[in-house]
C-alpha cells in the first residue's frame, strides 16, 4: 500500500510544475506562482551588480551549463535586448536572505550578502532544471521570498574509519551546497587514522595515518547482529597535506561554507598514541585501532607534554582554518587509564578535582581557554557537560535530543545533531536484509533513520522561548565505519540530507507531503548530477 501510494505521488509530483506548486528543497518561506514564462538560452546573461557577486554567478553558470547545456555568460555591464539575470546585494535582506523574482523580462537574485544571492541561485538552478529542453530553459514567472531559519545548517564527514579522495571531499561539499547547507565539520583524526598533516609532529602522518589491516564486518545470520568475522590483512591509510586542506576550505569557501575542523580528545586518540606513546597513561605500546568501538586508551590528562601536543596540533589547525568554531570532540572517552594513572590522580588531587569527569572537565577547559587566546570558539560533543562546563562551549548534542535539551537549559549554546534522527550511517528502513540495506551503524545496524524520521526532527523540543535561543541549528554526521566507498556513501547520505537541510532551512514551515512530493523532483537533479542516493524512499519502503 505505501509503495502504491510512494507511486503516486510520484506521478502527482511529475505534474506539480505545471500546477505551479513551488520545486525548491528546502522549502522557501513563500513562492509565488505569476503568469508568464521567460525564456532563457545562451544569449541570455548573468548581470552582476557588484564584483563580490562574479563568484558565485559563475559558479551558477556551471551548474546550468552541467545540468541543462544552457551556456550562460557572466557581465559586469548592464546589458540590453537580451533577457538578464540580475544579481545585486541589498543590505535591507538578513546575511542569508534573498529575493527572487521571475518576470517574463528577466530574473532579480537581491541577497543580504553574497551568500544570500549563492542561495538565490541554488534556488534559480531548481527552477531551471525543472524545465523542459536543453540548451534553453522556459522558467514560469515566479516571486521567491526566502532565508533560513537556523543559522548553523551542517554536515559531518568522518574521514578517518574510512578515508575519501580530494574530488569526493568536494563532492561531499557540493551536495551541501545544494541543500543550502553552510558548515562542513570534517572528522579529521580518529583511533582507526589520523588524516592531517602536523609540520611539528610527522609521527602522526608516518605512523599514524596507517592501520595494519581492518576487522570484516559481516552479519550474523543468527541474530542479524554485525560481528567481526576476521581482518582482512591489507593495510589501510591516508592524509590530507596541509596544501590539500587548504583547497578544501577555499572550495567550501566559494559555496559558502564554513569548514569546522575536529580534533577529538581525549579519547579517540590511538592513532596519535601510536605515533607518540609518551601521550598515553601507560605509554604504549599502541597500534593504530584495527576494528571498530570505544578505546580505552586515552590522552593522560595528568602531563604536561599532553597539552604541549595539543597546543602543538592547535597552532597549525587554526592557521588552516579560519573558522570561528574549532570542534575538540570529547565524546567517548573511558575514564579507566586515569583512574589507574599516578599523574592523572595527581591532577585531580591538586586541581582539588573531584573525580575523573571533573579532569575530563578541566582538559576540556584548558584546551578552551588556549583557542580562546586565538579568537576561537569550541565545539565539544555532549559528554563534555558532564564533569561541568564553561558557558562559552557549543555543545554538539549527539546521545539524544535530551542532552541539547539539558545544555540549553543550563545555559550554552546547542547544535542538535541527535543519533536518534541524524546519523546518517544508520539504517534507513525497517528491514534492511529484506530491503538489500547494506551494513549500518547504531546497535548492530538495528537503529533505524528513514527520511521521515529525519524530517521529524524538531530542534526546539521541550524548550522554552529562551532556550530556544541557544539552539543554533542541525547537523547531519556521516560515520563511515562501515562506508568504505564514496558510492555507498551517498547512499547514506541522500535523501536524508534534504530532509535535515529542511528542518534546518524551513523549520516551522514544514509539511512532510509536500517535501516527499518535491524529493521526486529533487531526485531527478540527483540523477543529472550522478548523485548515487538511496531509493528505498523513492519506492515506498520506510
Ligand atoms: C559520537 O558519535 N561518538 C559523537
Ligand atoms: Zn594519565
New binding site residues.
Partial sequence: MKRIFALFVALVASFAVMASESVIVPRPVSYEAKSGKLKLNSKSVVYVADKSLVRPAAIFCSYVAAEKGLQLSVVEKLPNGESAISLSLDKSLGEEEYLLDVTTQGVVVKGGSEKGVFYGLQSLRQLVFHTKGKGKAVVKCATVKDKPHFGYRGGMLDVCRHIFTMDEVKRYIDILALHKMNRFHWHLTEDQGWRIEIKKYPNLIKVGSMRKETAVYTTNPKNGNTMISGYDGKPYGGYFTQEQVREIVKYAAERYIEVIPEIDMPG?MVAALASYPELGCKKGPYEVRTRWGISKDVLCAGREETFEFVEGVLAEVIELFPSKYIHI?G??APKHRWKACPDCQKRIKEEGLKNEHELQSYFMHRVENFLAKYGRSVIG???ILDGGISKTATI?A??GPHRGIKAAQLGNKVIM?P?THC?LDYCQTSNRVANGEPICGGRNGKRIITLRKSYSLNPYDQLNDEERKLVIGVQG?M?TEYVADFDLLQHMILPRTAALAEVGWSYGNQDYDDFARRMHLLRKLYDKCGYKYAPYFFKGIE
Wanted: hydrophobic share 25%; proline share 0%; charged share 40%.
Fill in positions: 579517540h570532540g565524546d567517548e560533543w555532549d559528554e554538539m549527539w546521545r545533531t543519533k546519523y554526521n560515520w
